[in-house]
């Protein structure tokens, strides 16, 4: 199975600050085939299921702000949220879709300072 | 508008089966190429895939728990069902259905969830 390690595990901000959360995976995602990277950011609110946020490490989904960003290639991903809103409070995690059994990272836990 | 749901029994006693349903709609799964996955997620915790099944009627496991796991999928395509035989405490979770327009494709949509509790 490839491993996903997510960093950190938590995280306080105040609103206007910039944050980056990290994803590791433990073999490359990227597809020789299309060089699309299998690596997908979700956000989670209490009570609620995942939200898509970015997929293919860098393509932000429909409806989703522009202050979240998704970056990086092979085994190593960021998403950073720019300019954090009180809505964004919330658990992050990353997904790789590049190979069965798909894995998660531990999450990122988004929390006001 | 794409929508899935999950439903389940809530509560369940150790080495029971259990077996959990979602209704979707918004989309066929007969349609080339889509997929309906469960995914679940302990209290506090992070998300494990499970199972999955595609357009085709094919089937793909975690193998760390292939032996106790059978999806399935109604002959009319709106519905998707999962069987966990012989839970026990670790089953405890709240069981996700989520939609993905291809095998290698990232999960879109996602149901509600409904939580399990495994407890004697």
């Known amino acids: 199975d490839i491993v996903m390690t997510q960093s950190p595990f938590s995280l306080a901000v105040s609103e206007g600050e910039m944050v980056t959360i990290n994803c590791k995976s433990s073999q490359s995602l990227l597809s020789s085939g299309n060089q699309k990277n299998y690596l997908a950011w979700y956000q989670q609110k209490p009570g609620q299921s995942p939200k898509l946020l970015i997929y293919?490490?860098?393509t932000r989904q429909s409806g989703v702000p522009d202050r979240f960003i998704g970056s990086g290639s092979g085994t190593d991903f960021t998403l950073t949220i720019s300019d954090v809103q009180a809505e964004d409070l919330a658990d992050y995690y990353c997904?790789?879709?590049?190979?069965?059994?798909?894995?998660f990272g531990a999450g990122t836990k988004l929390e006001l300072k | 508008q794409v929508t899935l749901k999950e439903s389940g029994p809530g509560m369940l006693q150790p080495s029971k089966t259990l077996s959990l349903t979602c209704s979707f709609s918004g989309f066929s799964l007969s349609t080339s190429g889509m997929v309906v996955s469960w995914i679940r997620q302990p209290s506090g915790k992070s998300l494990e895939w499970l199972a999955a099944i595609d357009w085709d009627g094919d089937k793909y496991y975690n193998p760390s728990l292939k032996s106790r796991l059978t999806v399935s999928k109604d002959t009319s395509n709106t519905q998707v069902f999962l069987k966990i035989t012989s839970v026990d405490i670790a089953d405890t979770a709240t069981y996700y259905c989520a939609r993905r327009r291809d095998y290698g494709s990232y999960f879109d949509y996602w149901g509600q969830g409904v939580m399990v509790t495994v407890s004697s």
């Open positions: 293919y490490a860098s």
């Open positions: 997904l790789q879709h590049y190979s069965s059994p798909n894995t």
